[in-house]
């Protein structure tokens, strides 16, 4: 059995239907969805997220995951750094975080997915909360069980948990968890090598590939997967090795030319993980 590929519509922008129809170009069976029709996919409502399933049933493709904001936030009181949220907030006061829970896993439901992202509380300093004892995180497991949804940890570095052995502790504790291994995230965090991929291979479940290359400001400039300078060579033969078959999920945040850097991407990645991808 062959891995797949996911696209996300939302690279392309609010219009689910022209990503949609890329993938159909592409050959790529499977979306990720993160936002539409200029919200999120928590805040949309249950029409609008019924219509984004009534599109890609007509194509004849899948939701393979809901890339949801869940634990990329914190206290009221806290103030985060700049962070990407994708249109949700990033505080959150406490008593509300499990309705968002809920919500995310009624989503996937609507969606037809049954993966879901999480994250581990933006790094705020002082304020930083701990997610391996949030007595949230129970609840959101034991929810998603009885869902049939697997919660599904990314290694985020605006995050507390990002670095190998972070994860690993994590993931050990809560054997209901999975991980959402973003390889350009790892690469970030100083551990983009072979033996890092090794350690966290069997508990990956669904795989974010992006590209860049480092910026004179400091920053990054996003290309194409296999563009810029995360190793990949020297990483999916060895996730390949224990999980042959994974999605790897098309994350460019190329502005520019996104449709280039998918259709390149998507190339990259079949050619780049041993036996190909569907």
Known sequence: MQGITVLNP??????????????LVLGVGHLEIRTAYGSNALVLSDARLREIRRLADER???VAALASPLWKWCRPEAVPGRVDSFGFPTQVPADDRARWVDRALAVAGILGTDRVRVFSHLSVGEETETFRDDPLLTYALKAAER?????????????TITEPAQLLEVLREHTGLGLWLDLGNLYEAGHGTAEAVEALAPYVEYVHAKDYVPRDDGRKRFVAAGDGDVPYADLLPVLHRVRPVLPYALETHVRETPGEALTRGAAFLRGAVPGGLA
């Open 10 to 23: 939302d690279e392309l922008g609010q219009d689910p239907a022209v990503g949609m129809d890329l993938a």
């Open 147 to 159: 869902a049939g949804v697997r919660l599904l940890l990314e290694n985020e570095p605006v995050c």
């Open 60 to 62: 004849g493709l899948r």
